[in-house]
């Protein structure tokens, strides 16, 4: 059975530093969303998220002990038409991607990016 793909909203960025510093601060680990990227795949515009994020390895640096950054990114979807007459005045929309196409998706998407990120994770 094929799992139903929903319809999201276009994620937004905010600032990196201060995002980083409040989910430090809420989860004990910081994170940030910093760039919002699309690329173009055979099925249309695949929109993911690059991230930041302290890692599990735990470093000394002059200033005392800190963790290790990863960088990666966060596959959201593909870019959609809003539906409706009026969409070009709605939001735009992001379809989310099965569990059964993932796969596929990530490695069509790692095979085109310049460097590989340390993690990949999907909405």
Same mark, same amino acid.
């Given at each position: 059975m094929r799992e139903q793909t929903r319809l999201e909203n276009w994620p937004t960025i905010s600032d990196p530093f201060?995002? =980083?510093? =409040?989910? =430090?601060?809420q989860s004990g680990t910081g994170s940030c969303n910093y760039a919002l990227r699309t690329e173009r795949l055979p099925e249309g515009n695949l929109v993911y998220l690059r991230q930041q994020r302290e890692g599990e390895r735990v470093v000394q640096t002059p200033l005392g002990f800190g963790r290790v950054c990863e960088k990666g990114i966060i596959i959201c979807g593909y870019e959609v038409k809003t539906p409706g007459f009026l969409g070009f005045l709605k939001a735009r929309k992001i379809r989310t991607i099965s569990e059964d196409q993932r796969e596929s998706i990530q490695a069509e998407l790692l095979a085109r990016l310049n460097k590989a990120p340390d993690y990949v994770e999907f909405w």
């Open positions: 201060l995002d =980083a510093v =409040a989910t =430090a601060e």
